[in-house]
């Protein structure tokens, strides 16, 4: 009997692992939260309207056998080769001999005055519920924060029909020109940013500039600039704010992997500290969709004992993940952006913890004892990059379960039979 | 082409496209809930981690973000 490869999110990263494995003749199941695959970067992919390189992906993947078990979200691994989820129907009962963790990466956010208005949302958040049909025409919205992604984020909206006010980039013209040349060594980066290019002729692109503040009633209305020393007053309907990316580690570290900083460690073949576990996209390192696709394919060809196959594709990788590091240091962010909450601005948003309420503990475990900050409904996921880059404390794994579930999710006894797998549309 | 839904938001009756989510109901105001301390609040993450876009669905709370819209769906501002 082939080895069952279970294989958690179904972005690129996911996608590429779960059509290998199956390819090199394992039983796949992917499995992803959202009702549809491609993650975030490739947001509600549907058969009908799927093009490109995400298509044929999309197409290959439906006809290689692998099972899909979509709006499914992992809640916890009891015990070795069994993962614990809630799907559309009940809880599901997901038996592996194989893992490969593909969870992606969310965003970062410091706060400041006025971050938690509606209306204030991150960039790639903005963008994804905008492709999951999130009115934004005639929208006025201001994108900010750093790195190419805002440029991304800019010409999809604007294509969406929002008005893009500017787009305001924290690091300095030195440093993105700089950045620019170092494309060069990457084509196909340089290519998007071109593409880019021509949809966002009269956008404003300001650098050394960065969100003070968003004020608004109860919505929000305005924000503040702080552009080249100046504060300069914007009226928005919405704010996009890409700060990066931190990779999803929760499911990695319920599972004993060992960490490198702040990703997933992986060997040459995407496996991890775990016997049997692999990680492969945004959890090893930030880098985009090509790190995430070329990683995806070896470790699903490991992950399904094709080593060979493993080893050919493993050489591209080295590339990939130099452009993620060159990425990362170009994008690095001003002191500044750590500076911006007053003493009453909202910490964690989960429950309204302010800073001048966080003052004076030992670490985040302290802080959390004392003011439930970290132990509402996000577990920690939003405050926690926030309050290291604020105070330097390490963020604390979520425990389990790893996501929110209503308490009829843990009254069933253990399911027997499982539903009909969920196919994508 | 696809077929429009009608669900109802706060007593409303909205239609939205088959296979949008349920942030496709906040036009303009994008307040989901309020906060411990009573703030209104909405989508920050727009990717199923920040919990605050959760929205009560037939008696149930659910994310926004992350939600298909359904025919029939009575839904409501926590």
New interface residues.
């Given amino acids: 009997m082939a080895d069952r490869i279970l294989v958690i999110g179904g972005g690129p990263g996911g996608m590429a692992a779960a059509l290998a494995a199956a390819r090199a003749g394992a039983r796949v199941e992917l499995v992803d939260?959202?009702?549809t695959l491609g993650g975030?970067i490739w947001r509600?992919l549907?058969a009908e309207t799927a093009q490109g390189r995400e298509g044929r992906l999309l197409r290959d993947l439906t006809a290689s056998g692998a099972e899909f078990r979509l709006?499914t979200q992992i809640l916890s691994f009891t015990e070795p080769g069994r993962a614990v989820a809630q799907g559309p129907e009940g809880m599901l009962s997901l038996r592996y001999d194989r893992l490969v963790i593909a969870t992606g990466a969310?965003?970062r956010?410091l706060p400041f005055p006025g971050w938690?208005?509606?209306?204030?949302?991150?960039a790639?958040?903005?963008?994804?519920?905008a492709k999951?049909?999130?009115?934004v025409a005639g929208?006025r919205v201001l994108v900010a924060g750093t790195g190419p992604l805002l440029l991304a984020v800019a010409a999809h909206l604007r294509g969406a029909g929002a008005q893009v006010l500017g787009i305001a980039e924290q690091a300095s013209l030195p440093v993105l020109a700089g950045f620019g040349i170092g494309l060069t060594a990457y084509p196909r980066k340089l290519l998007q940013g071109l593409g880019y290019a021509s949809v966002l002729t009269r956008v404003p692109l300001w650098t050394s500039t960065w969100v003070e503040e968003a004020e608004g009633d109860?919505?929000l209305r305005r924000v503040a600039l702080r552009r080249r020393g100046r504060r300069v007053a914007l009226e928005v309907?919405l704010l996009a704010l890409g700060l990066g990316l931190v990779p999803?580690l929760e499911v990695a570290l319920a599972l004993g992997c060992a960490r490198q900083g702040g990703s997933v460690q992986v060997g040459a073949f995407q496996e991890t500290s775990v016997q049997g576990v692999f990680a492969c996209g945004e959890s090893t390192g930030v880098g985009g969709v090509e790190k995430a696709l070329a990683e995806g394919h070896v470790a699903g060809l490991a992950a399904a004992g094709d080593l060979q196959g493993a080893a050919i594709h493993a050489r591209q990788l080295l590339r990939q993940r130099a452009f993620a590091r060159q990425l990362e240091a170009s994008f690095a962010l001003r002191r500044e952006l750590s500076s911006l909450a007053g003493p009453g601005t909202?910490v964690c948003?989960?429950?309204?913890v302010r800073l001048e309420e966080l003052r004076g503990y030992r670490d985040g475990r302290d802080a959390r004892l004392h003011t439930r900050c970290g132990m509402?409904?996000?577990q920690g996921?939003?405050c926690g990059p926030a309050t290291e880059t604020l105070f330097g404390w390490e963020p604390n794994q979520p425990r389990q379960p790893l996501f929110?579930a209503?308490f009829r999710a843990f009254l069933t006894t253990d399911p027997g039979s499982r539903p009909d797998p969920q196919t994508s549309e | 082409m696809r077929r429009m839904l009608t669900l109802r938001f706060d007593g409303r009756s909205v239609q939205v496209p088959e296979g949008a989510h349920l942030v496709a109901l906040l036009d303009g105001d994008l307040t989901c809930h309020r906060s411990v301390r009573g703030e209104p609040r909405g989508p920050l993450c727009g990717m199923g981690v920040c919990q605050e876009c959760r929205l009560n669905v037939n008696g149930r709370l659910v994310l926004a973000c992350r939600t298909l819209a359904q025919e029939g769906m009575e839904v409501r501002r926590g």
């Fill in positions: 939260a959202l009702p975030q509600g549907r709006s969310r965003e956010f938690t208005l509606p209306g204030v949302c991150g790639g958040g903005l963008q994804g519920m999951s049909g999130m009115p929208q109860d919505l309907d999803n909202v948003r989960c429950e309204d509402g409904p996000c996921r939003i929110p209503p």
